[in-house]
């Protein structure tokens, strides 16, 4: 289709300007991680690595990233078993009721987290019986990290076919066999890249870990909101915002150019 100058210089000027949305705010956070002023005078008067030193030292901080980290490994493993099986399960089998899993699996990154959030914590606390901690908040993220790694495992198994499993076994290799030498290799990128988007996704979750954690856990997006309007803390959230945008392009870079890859090639 061919568009007139003014139509192209007007989707250029529409893409800048989203763009800028964007990303202005996140450079405006990581500039002012390096702000020497305190209460973030712009233009920055002068900038410092005191803020940065500040934030390594603090006990509390290094205590919420753990937590959060070994939530997300919790939530991402329970993702790539469940999400993995779910998959091959709708993508390989013909059943009742098939195209009706398939949307219940998908819905929970759907519906409002605070929901979502509420109904995990009445099912923990009235159903079961549980106490609120890390156990409640990895189950928490894992009802909407499986949808991450069952997309990707769907669309892998859609774009492989049976070609090679088939040759495979008409060589004589049995089902572990063939799912170990053909199978995997050919998947393990959309693991891989599912399982770093399922990561990022509970690392950075908020509303639902607020009704899922007990009294005694803080992750790391709740130990940031808990800082928020605390003067004396707004400069090491400032930078604890600045390294995660730095951190973030990192599993999400690595899940785009690993999904994207031929599965023929891996």
């Not at 500039?31 to 940065?52: E, I, V």
């Not at 950075?204 to 997006?221: K, M, S, Y």
């Amino acid at each position: 289709m061919n568009l007139s100058r003014t139509a192209r210089t007007l989707l250029r000027a529409a893409l800048v300007a989203g763009l800028a949305v964007i990303y202005v705010p996140l450079a405006v956070v990581l500039l002012n991680s390096f702000n020497s002023d305190r209460t973030f005078s712009w233009p920055p008067a002068g900038f410092t690595l005191r803020w940065w030193g500040a934030a390594w030292g603090s006990a509390g901080l290094r205590d919420a990233l753990w937590t959060s980290v070994q939530a997300g490994l919790g939530a991402t493993a329970i993702a790539l078993v469940l999400g993995t099986m779910a998959a091959f399960a709708v993508q390989r089998y013909r059943f009742f009721g098939r195209e009706t899993v398939s949307l219940v699996i998908v819905l929970p990154i759907a519906l409002p987290g605070i929901v979502t959030g509420i109904a995990l914590s009445n099912t923990f606390h009235t159903v079961l019986g549980l106490p609120l901690g890390l156990l409640t908040v990895i189950v928490g993220h894992a009802t909407f990290c499986v949808v991450t790694v069952y997309n990707n495992v769907l669309a892998r198994l859609r774009r492989m076919g049976l070609n090679l499993e088939e040759a495979s076994a008409d060589l004589g290799a049995d089902t572990f066999t063939t799912f170990r030498l053909v199978t995997f290799p050919m998947m393990r990128s959309a693991l891989l890249a599912g399982g770093l988007l399922a990561f990022a996704l509970s690392f950075d979750e908020i509303i639902v870990t607020t009704f899922t954690a007990g009294a005694g856990v803080r992750t790391l997006p709740i130990w940031i909101f808990g800082n928020l309007f605390r003067p004396n803390q707004a400069p090491v959230v400032n930078v604890v915002a600045a390294a995660l945008i730095l951190l973030s392009v990192i599993p999400i870079y690595l899940a785009q150019r690993l999904s994207g890859g031929d599965p023929q090639t891996h």
